[in-house]
DNA sequence: CAACAAATGTGAGCAGTGCTCTTGACATGC
DNA sequence: GCATGTCAAGAGCACTGCTCACATTTGTTG
């Protein structure tokens, strides 16, 4: 009956700390290299190398190549999460629309600064890795759970316009899944705008996807933000949060 | 002055057709290894193996691995824009509704049979791998083009209704670049909608790229046939091609 | 302080990769 | 029949992930 090792956490002796501050440096330099060469290119002993260690002492930190990809999908997770988040708190709760908007924003801005960490998290699945879901599945619902939070707060304030432009019926066995969905998150939006929420979260994915990942030509969008702006503006209309005025008229806690 | 090789491409000597054929042989050999193991996994050694040769034979052939993939890219551009439209010629010119709902199935079907080939078109790039444009934008653009011809012909016979739910201005940037789109390839249809025209073209590849990559969970979504076909009505309605009653009331050509 | 044991670093080694180069065998065209 | 051009083979280089036996450092404890 030792001491747990995961909860001496935070009074940790001196070779934890240096361990953590090890893994650490593995991370940071991984990242790098991960940014530089991408994850297919991602070496181990590059790493190790510019630790300054021989190549095997890299794998007392780290089980494997894999796990590493773990780390750095993690902590890419965690960092995109972070300035999503930092960005929708800026706003007050009843903006929907700008949290909405500096979600979008937030999102685009990070995959733009970090390709090869976006592509990481939202790009082809690296051959032969299988993320581990346990550790990766609360980090990697951060965006989306916030993002289906605006929606659910709209809709609670009665910001969402309930008449969107084209009103399409919601199949059966979708339904099904929406209202598990529903269950599980508590979520007051209906199945139609969680639908159409369903929706713009892959837009804005596959917006921001055909950016980073050079899909549009070379020269064939000179004006990438107003088109991203753009998108975002009818993203909004698909859901049913178009009218700024609207949000500002009713009773919208501000607070 | 000697004869040029590539237009003695018809009348050709038995080498020249036995080295096509061996050519053929490695790209079949290549989707295959591309589809088992991904573009990553892409070992010109294997082929070599598979084609009951020497490892260094196959350079022969094919002036690289990135010379091999360049190749997959093209086959895989090519077979994906026969199939999409093979779909979309399959419905009458008039039918534009059915003819982009046909054009996002059949992305859709090829992208879930051929998930490795998808991923090498439409997921992360490959790091050190540049296509070569000149040989990689023409089948690269086919879905594209066949995409906006849909919407141009809408326009054209007035199917395409100009009033769309949320009025979202374009900004004059953006502007700018829709306008040398519409220049370059003989487009009637106005900017605004060629705008919407190029966010439902991200977004259904967005959704399929969300399935294909599995980026929703494993099993937050049974009824993905429905959330896909879901997806494009809503993203018919977007671009104003809602009301199916519209088209066959008006004078649209059906032949 | 010395001794011990755990944690860490080392270097060799295996099997795999892309790619180059030389060598020898072969078929084609004059 | 011979020169030319094409082809496959195999050795070799530099790189990868990973394992293992061994050496060294380090913190703790008697």
Redesign the pocket.
């Known amino acids: 009956m030792d001491l747990p090792p995961a909860a001496a956490a935070k009074q940790s002796?001196?070779?934890e700390r240096?361990?953590a501050q090890?893994v650490a440096d593995i991370i940071r330099l991984g990242r790098r290299h991960l940014a530089l060469h991408g994850a297919a290119g991602?070496?181990?002993?590059?790493v190790a190398r510019d630790l300054g260690?021989?190549?095997?002492?890299v794998?007392?930190y780290v089980e494997?190549?894999?796990e590493l990809l773990t780390l750095l999908l993690i902590d890419a997770y965690g960092e995109l999460g972070d300035e999503v988040a930092a960005a929708v708190d800026a706003l007050p709760e009843g903006d929907y629309r700008g949290r909405f908007l500096a979600l979008g924003r937030a999102v685009r801005q990070w995959a733009l600064r970090e390709p090869a960490s976006y592509a990481l998290l939202f790009g082809s699945p690296v051959p032969g890795y299988q993320a581990p879901a346990e550790r990766t599945t609360e980090p990697g619902t951060r965006v989306i759970y916030r993002m289906v939070g605006i929606f659910d707060a709209a809709h609670r304030a009665g910001a969402l316009s309930a008449k969107v432009a084209p009103a399409v019926v919601v199949p059966p066995a979708l339904a099904i899944d929406l209202a598990s969905i529903r269950a599980e998150l508590g979520l007051a939006v209906p199945e139609p705008a969680l639908a159409r929420g369903v929706l713009v979260w892959t837009s804005v994915f596959g917006a921001i996807s055909f950016e980073v990942f050079g899909q549009y030509g070379a020269d064939t969008f000179a004006a990438r933000d107003e088109l991203f702006e753009h998108h975002l503006e009818v993203l909004l209309g698909i859901v049913g949060l178009q009218a700024p005025k609207v949000e500002y008229l009713d009773g919208s806690r501000t607070g």
């Open positions: 002796t001196p070779r240096a361990r090890t991602l070496s181990l002993r590059a260690v021989v190549s095997s002492a794998y007392r494997s190549r894999d």
